[in-house]
């Protein structure tokens, strides 16, 4: 089993910074690959970043590309997106999740373990 715990969200103006945070604890941080994804009110839940079990390999949405970074610390079996130059659209719940695939995988399908999401709301 994994413990997935997200904070960091809140309210921010548009064009500003958060930086969200996702505690692990449980078995080997390090044999899992990461994600992120969120869902917007009345959407589907959608994938935003994923980094390797590594953290050698990250991969981004379209809509977050040069925007948002993926990173994992290992030694506080922490996962980070640091989100810049956030956009109302950005508005949504985001969630952390956990996936035996070594890469990590952009299909929500393939993650085994969630946490219970961190509000993010951006301002225009």
């Known amino acids: 089993q994994v413990q997935l715990v997200e904070s960091g969200g809140g309210l921010v103006q548009a064009g500003g910074s958060l930086r969200l945070s996702c505690a692990a604890s449980g078995r080997t941080f390090s044999n899992y690959g990461m994600g992120w994804f969120r869902q917007a009110p009345g959407k589907e839940r959608e994938f935003v970043a994923r980094?390797?079990?590594?953290?050698?390999?990250?991969y981004y949405a379209d809509s977050v590309k040069g925007r948002f970074t993926i990173s994992k610390n290992y030694a506080k079996r922490t996962v980070y997106l640091q989100m810049n130059s956030l956009k109302p659209e950005d508005t949504a719940v985001y969630y952390c999740a956990a996936t035996t695939y070594y890469s990590g995988t952009t299909n929500q399908e393939q993650y085994d373990y969630w946490g219970q999401g961190t509000q993010v709301t951006v301002s225009s």
């Open positions: 980094i390797s079990a590594s953290g050698g390999s990250t």
